[in-house]
């Protein structure tokens, strides 16, 4: 079974998924750094569920965005 289905690693099946995906990262680490000295943990936390929205570090979330568009420019072009 296929879960990449022919994007890379790091890309998304569709654009708007790897979108929200970023849009959920940013508003986690948002979240983490105004309430990290209020609630050290749950920011902790917030840090950790951003990286694993992003599948890795910011530069693996912007790879996987170039995949995404590389793929979505590819099949068009198949067409």
Known sequence: MNYFRGVGMFGSAFLTAHLMRGAATAAL???????????????????VAALVAL?????????????????GRRDSTMR
């Open 29 to 47: 680490l948002a979240w983490a750094i105004v309430y990290q000295t209020a609630h050290p943990w749950l920011s902790l936390g917030a840090g």
């Open 55 to 71: 599948r890795g570090c910011p530069m693996c979330w912007t790879v996987g965005l170039l995949e995404t568009l590389s793929q």
